[in-house]
């Protein structure tokens, strides 16, 4: 599959059965429908407000930022945000078939759904150890 982003061809990273696509040319990362909510239901972070079904309905943001092509269908992504401040500016296929993130914001997703770490840290502390070594999250 190729990079919506930088056209390279991505590499396949499998974490708990879950694979995501990441480019190791610009760090991005995209997740087909559905790995997105796999990956959080394993850390229990689910929130219905992230699933690809809800996100594909959020309005449309404003961004000087270049529409990028779904790497499955072709289509123009639309932009929109997700998250809490700062808002995390995604990539999303309108016709459901996944997401990009740009390099860290993955990791900038995890750490603002984590509320209480210490609470859930065995769980979340190796799936944001495994995000920032392999997404190179960012704080």
Not at 10 to 24: F, G, K, P, R, W
Not at 37 to 62: C, G, Q
């Amino acid at each position: 599959m190729k990079c919506p982003t930088c056209n390279n061809l991505m590499i396949v990273v499998e974490h708990n059965e879950i694979e995501l696509d990441y480019c190791t040319n610009c760090q991005g990362v995209w997740f087909d429908s559905e790995e997105l909510e796999l990956l959080l239901e394993s850390i229990s972070l689910e929130s219905l407000n992230l699933f690809l079904n809800n996100i594909i309905n959020f309005p449309e943001a404003k961004s000087s930022e270049k529409k990028r092509r779904c790497p499955i269908c072709g289509q123009k992504m639309r932009k929109t945000t997700i998250g809490q401040q700062p808002d995390i500016l995604i990539d999303v296929c309108q016709q459901g078939h996944g997401m990009w993130f740009d390099s860290g914001e993955v990791g900038q997703l995890i750490t603002q759904l984590l509320d209480k770490p210490s609470e859930r840290a065995d769980t979340q502390g190796r799936v944001i150890t495994f995000l920032g070594e392999v997404f190179r999250a960012r704080d």
